[in-house]
């Protein structure tokens, strides 16, 4: 997963990848970062409990955060086989980007 409708996708640099923000990729459009946080497949089984409660609350508050302070959505990814996205997710960050590059460039370059 380098690349989404043409955007590169990046590591996040350390002060993004842990607290506050919990993002593993990112990417610039127009002015605005979009973050991805990267799940193992397990994330979706029947071991999401793991993830519930105040995790699942913590990482909702850490990627608000995140679109408060760039701009863009935050999204959790599942990876399946390998580096394929969801279809549904795929979307949805697509519908990000191009609504991201609707607006007047942003203030991150």
């Known amino acids: 997963m380098n690349s989404i409708d043409g955007i590169e996708f990046t590591d996040a640099p350390s002060e993004i990848e ?52 760039f701009g863009g959505k935050a999204f959790i990814v599942v990876l399946e086989k390998g580096d394929v996205i969801d279809p549904n997710k795929r979307r949805q960050i697509i519908e990000e980007i191009r609504r991201l590059q609707g607006f007047s460039e942003g203030p991150h370059q």
């Open 18 to 69: 842990g607290s506050p923000y919990y993002i593993d990729k990112w990417a610039l459009v127009n002015g605005y970062w979009i973050g991805i946080q990267v799940k193992p497949k397990s994330y979706a089984s029947s071991s999401i409990s793991i993830y519930a409660g105040a995790a699942m609350s913590g990482m909702k508050k850490a990627h608000k955060k995140f679109q408060t302070d």
